[in-house]
């Protein structure tokens, strides 16, 4: 299975804060990277799909990049409603697979 | 707009089957395009996919569970189905159900229901 690395594992920050979070595949994924946020109690909201393509309804406050192994999710300026846990996952090859969150708090 | 809602026991005997519906409503089951699976997640702890399984009946298992786990569509119902047997606390976790689009760079999960909790008890 492929093993997705995330990092880092949480971090702090403040509104306006520009934020970048990382993902590292264990082989090459090509662009089948998606990202997701999850808030405590929902589901995960599909952000950034094909590594870079923002899903519909997203604010273009974030933004994907990367190709292969080595994928990055940036937000520009966080807004109090972004505080909350970012996940990758390769849909690539079965089994699909998500990297471990990463928890951003104030 | 399409809406995915899981149902069954929240309680579950150790040892015994865990036994999940999700019923499907504003999309239609029986495109080929679209794939219906299952994600669960560990009280605290990140996401797990289980597998996914086409209108077709053809599924794919995570290796991790496979000789446990179950899955099945009634299309007429617009269900679909998940059972994994022989549960230990291991499996008590957060079911969600979620739609998987077939794209040509792989299998986007794109929609989500809103996850139930299952509690396996000793």
């Known amino acids: 299975a492929i093993q997705l690395t995330q990092s880092p594992s949480s971090l702090s920050a403040s509104v306006g804060d520009r934020v970048t979070i990382t993902c590292r595949a264990s082989q090459g994924i090509s662009s089948a990277l998606a990202w997701f946020q999850q808030k405590p109690g929902r589901p995960p909201k599909l952000l950034i799909y094909d590594a870079s393509t923002l899903h519909n309804g997203v604010p273009s406050r974030f933004t994907g990049s990367g190709f292969g192994t080595d994928f990055t999710l940036t937000v520009s300026s966080l807004q109090p409603e972004d505080f909350a846990t970012y996940y990758c996952?390769?849909?690539?090859?079965?089994?699909?697979?998500f990297g471990g969150g990463t928890k951003v708090e104030i | 707009q399409l809406q995915l809602q899981e149902s069954g026991p929240g309680l579950v005997k150790a040892s015994e089957t865990l036994s999940l519906i999700c019923s499907v409503s504003?999309?239609?089951?029986?495109?080929?395009?679209?794939?219906w699976g299952w994600v669960r997640q560990p009280p605290g702890k990140g996401l797990d996919w289980i597998g996914d399984i086409h209108y077709t009946g053809t599924a794919f298992y995570n290796t991790s569970l496979q000789s446990r786990v179950t899955m099945s569509v009634d299309t007429s119902k617009n269900q679909f189905s998940l059972n994994v047997t022989s549960v230990t606390a291991a499996d008590t976790a957060v079911y969600f159900c979620?739609?998987?689009?077939?794209?040509?760079?792989?299998?986007?999960?794109?929609?989500w229901g809103q996850g139930m909790l299952v509690t396996v008890s000793s």
């Open positions: 504003g999309d239609s089951m029986r495109k080929t395009g679209h794939y």
């Open positions: 979620a739609r998987h689009l077939a794209r040509s760079s792989g299998w986007l999960v794109d929609s």
């Open positions: 996952q390769q849909f690539l090859s079965y089994p699909l697979t």
